[in-house]
């Protein structure tokens, strides 16, 4: 677990409390990162926006009961994962059209890398569609965000073993679907 520095104990029991601007503060300083979970997860910038919108939403209702014992990153990134796996459920259910992904630009790199970079980042997107939940959630975790396994699994609700155990699963997968792209 992190250790919480003054500042931001001082500023959970005041959003505890109900100060919105005390959340609002606390929020800036994960919601890029929550963003991008949200964005590997659901492989759409826009449902990515909606399922980030939602898990603040609960955090917010939630934060009273919000306790200094566990890490708050860790707390938001479990409600975020929560939020995105219940959204791709729905949208199982409603299929709709996939988003387009957005341009994540590669300072120093040629036109030429850039466009080889972002073919691999749609084939990986589509492969990480094709993992089961645990499986995506947990690289996602782990591999996109460098989250330790430790705190993979504290933000899932499971043990470090199920998490490498997800983790060698999605590997194994990753390697067989994006094998021949990466042969190429």
Not at 108 to 132: D, F, K, M, T
Not at 136 to 158: E, P
Request: charged share 30%; net charge positive.
């Amino acid at each position: 677990m992190r250790i919480v520095d003054e500042a931001e104990r001082e500023l959970i029991l005041r959003a505890r409390q109900g100060e919105t601007w005390a959340f609002e503060r606390l929020i800036r300083r994960y919601d890029r990162r929550l963003l991008s979970v949200a964005l590997d997860l659901t492989g759409d910038l826009g449902e990515a926006q909606d399922v980030l919108q939602d898990a603040l939403l609960a955090a917010y209702r939630a934060f009273p009961r919000f306790r200094l014992e566990s890490d708050l990153f860790t707390w938001l990134y479990r409600i975020t994962v929560n939020r995105a796996r219940r959204y791709r459920q729905r949208r199982r259910r409603w299929p709709e059209q996939p988003g387009e992904l957005p341009d994540r630009p590669t300072p120093g790199v040629g036109p030429e890398e850039q466009v080889l970079g972002e073919e691999l980042e749609r084939q990986l997107v589509q492969a990480l569609s094709e993992l089961s939940g645990q499986e995506r959630a947990a690289f996602v975790l782990c591999h996109r965000q460098g989250l330790a396994v430790a705190q993979a699994a504290a933000a899932l609700s499971c043990t470090e073993g199920s998490v490498k155990s997800y983790l060698f699963r999605a590997r194994e997968k990753l390697k067989r679907l994006l094998g021949p792209y990466l042969e190429a």
